[in-house]
């Protein structure tokens, strides 16, 4: 695990080391073990290392034997010993035991489609100097991040937005098309950043940059729901137990101790059951609590952690997370609405004191459909068959309800048919709320795109029509958009983002793709069964996990932001939303606020825009108001800091073959 980033230039201007090394510095979380770089003719490569795997070789870059290839990784390749095992029998000669050296030789043999033959989480770089060519590629899912933005006569890229900006080169201005998709759906799009002109490479996708300056993208990989009606239910058990344990068992191959994040769900539960299986000594689970009743579930961490014998820790999340907040702005990169961020940096926290590896439980929810939506949209799909005069009705009496009335939205929700039904129940600001929370000028600018249009032309698939390539069960194109859309934008950002701010490796066994490949060849009927989420998946863990577990209804890493907000959060959120600092920015009509401020006092469940307006506003003083740099990283606690990033326990290394830093200033309007 790594951070890595990189520039080359199109006009053969050399890339000088300090430049490198300036990106690299700014992700010193990410890997505080090591650093290295490579300076090219007009190319240069650099990274920051957590060592997991060949601790003592190896340190990246890493090339072939006459360096005319040069690769650095972030992530893991967990079948690189198949890989080398046929490589060396192909002549490829290895000088280390990284599963990194895999991908230089692998390239060797088949160019850019090398990435097609790895099965890890990953976001490589590679050089090859004889073609003058850059690969970069990012795994199928889009667990590991990847940031890359054309500036002049040079392409840089890196795994954090803020590793950019260490350059000072590029304009710091908002993409108000990104602002408008963290407004609409909590964070930033699929390949946009919040600043504009810096992009992000989209899951399952590769990017290929030459000397000349051309550069060109294209997809390698999508999971394609097409299920296979050939097998019974009791087959599609025991291929998934098989294929659980297979995944699981190579996701802990590691040099150093592995552990596991452990919520007390299915998902978790369902990893440390075969990780348990797999490991030769107790495995370590950590687990996150509130005080809050409603929200905790330590109770079922404890009950998984006791029937498998782990090595367990826990921690309460209070009220009290004014410290980290900051913190969390800067290890994001971008605005987030997610609030599940804080215990997710919490429980990483905790990990990080004990390993350095954990298996984490996410892509369950979207592979097996186990989410309660899913059941909400079978039951709402009979509306289609409102009359249309009903619907017209319904969408008129919720209108004529003021904003925060009891049954406005559900009037105006049912009033609606298909794909705009189902897009209305996941939008945090409607467009009539946005037109109200934003100024003229900004409210002009998020007017010239729409952030929904590419989901509603998708979503009119529930009704049999829009994309061809669409899975034909409109439960099935439910998961795949799940699956390209709000997992690597929310869930797998948050996870990456907050254990590496502790560095330590999340890895994803579910979303291994050939686990993702068999899962979406199952029945649709199969997953959603009755009113019974995860069917064939929950009878595939029966005898596995205890039947509370099993039988309990799902309950999401859910924070109690309600209660927060009205009590401790309370004022900081107040003087943060409505200070002088915002409202120079002349971009919300803070009146607006102060109403959503007053609503959420009274009762109305306001958590998540709350949330998302503090998270924009900390990230603009962040990376707007002043020139980009670290948060202090106190512990947490009167313990070992774990999250502490200055430690750099070996010297870095230069492969050979500064500008001075400019401040980023907001353009107001950030046209």
């Known amino acids: 695990m790594c951070g890595i980033a990189g520039i080359l230039s199109f006009d053969g201007r050399p890339v000088t080391p300090d430049r490198l090394q300036r990106m690299t510095d700014a992700m010193v979380h990410r890997g505080p073990d090591d650093a290295g770089y490579f300076v090219g003719d007009g190319v240069g490569l650099a990274m920051r290392r957590l060592a997991i795997i060949d601790l003592a070789t190896g340190r990246q870059p890493i090339s072939n034997e006459d360096g005319s290839v040069q690769v650095v990784l972030n992530g893991e390749i967990y079948n690189y010993r198949e890989l080398r095992q046929d490589l060396e029998l192909r002549g490829h000669r290895f000088a280390t035991h990284s599963d990194t050296e895999t991908i230089v030789h692998l390239y060797e043999e088949h160019g850019v489609d090398c990435v097609e033959r790895l099965r890890g989480m990953f976001a490589f770089a590679l050089w ?69 002109g ?58 150093v101790p592995v552990g596991a994040f452990l919520s007390g769900g299915v998902d978790s539960g369902a990893v440390v059951a075969s990780a348990s299986r797999a490991s030769q000594e107790p495995l370590r689970t950590f687990s996150i609590g509130f005080r809050e009743s409603d929200f905790d579930e330590l109770e079922f961490a404890r009950l998984v952690a006791g029937a498998f014998g782990t090595r367990h820790r826990e921690a309460v999340v209070e009220p009290k997370v004014i410290e980290i907040v900051e913190k969390l702005a800067w290890h994001l990169d971008e605005p987030f ?75 105006r929700h049912l ?43 998708y979503l009119a698939t529930l009704d049999g029509r829009g994309d061809p390539d669409a899975p034909r069960h409109w439960l099935s194109r439910l998961q795949l958009l799940d699956l390209e859309t709000y997992l690597p934008l929310d869930i797998l950002t948050k996870v990456d983002r907050m254990s590496m701010a502790h560095s330590i490796e999340a890895r994803v066994p579910l979303l291994d793709h050939r686990l993702v490949e068999l899962a979406a060849r199952i029945p649709p009927e199969l997953h959603l069964k009755g009113n019974r989420t995860k069917h064939v998946f929950k009878r595939a863990l029966k005898g596995r996990l205890p039947p509370a577990i099993l039988d309990r209804p799902k309950r999401g890493f859910a924070v109690p932001l309600g209660s927060w907000f009205r009590g401790g959060l309370g004022d900081f959120t107040r003087e943060l939303l409505l200070s002088e600092t915002s409202r120079q920015r002349d971009i919300f009509e803070h009146s607006y606020i102060e109403e959503l401020l007053r609503q959420h006092d009274r009762g109305r469940p306001l958590d998540l825009q709350l949330w998302t307006l503090v998270s924009f506003e900390l990230w603009c003083r962040q990376f707007l108001d002043r020139p980009v740099q670290a948060p202090s990283m106190r512990p947490l606690d009167a313990g070992a800091d774990a999250s502490e990033p200055s430690r750099d326990r070996r010297r870095p290394r230069l492969v050979a073959g500064g500008d001075s830093l400019r401040r980023p200033v907001y353009a107001r309007g950030g046209a």
Not at 211 to 237: C, K, L, M
């Open 198 to 255: 810096v992009g992000k490479l989209e899951p399952g996708s590769l990017l290929i940059a030459t000397r000349n300056g051309s550069i060109t993208s294209r997809r390698y990989w999508r999971a394609r729901f097409e299920p296979e009606h050939g097998r019974s239910e009791d087959q599609w058990v025991e291929a998934l137990r098989g294929a659980l344990d297979d995944t699981v068992e190579s996701h802990m191959v590691s040099d």
């Open 128 to 196: 090859d100097a004889n073609a003058g060519r850059l690969l970069v590629a990012r795994d199928r899912l889009g667990i590991k991040p990847l940031y890359w933005a054309r500036h002049g006569d040079s392409l840089v890229f890196a795994s954090e937005l803020k590793a950019i900006l260490q350059l000072g080169e590029l304009p710091v201005r908002l993409d108000w098309d990104a602002v408008h998709h963290l407004f609409t759906f909590l964070t930033t799009p699929p390949a946009q950043s919040i600043l504009r």
């Open 337 to 411: 609405g997610d609030s599940s961020a804080i215990p997710t940096f919490i429980v990483s926290e905790l990990a990080g004191r004990d390993v350095k590896v954990v298996l984490s439980g996410d892509g369950g929810d979207e592979l097996f459909a186990g989410y309660d939506k899913y059941l909400v949209e079978r039951r709402e799909r009979s509306n289609r068959f409102l009359p249309a005069p009903l619907r017209s009705l319904l969408t008129a009496a919720g209108n004529a309800l003021p904003e925060g009335a009891t049954g406005r939205e559900m009037l």
């Open 415 to 457: 009033g609606r048919v298909g794909g705009d039904r189902y897009l209305d129940a996941g939008t945090l600001f409607r467009s009539d709320q946005q037109q109200r929370l934003f100024r003229p000028e900004p409210l002009a600018l998020l007017s010239n795109g729409d952030s929904q249009a590419p989901i509603r032309r």
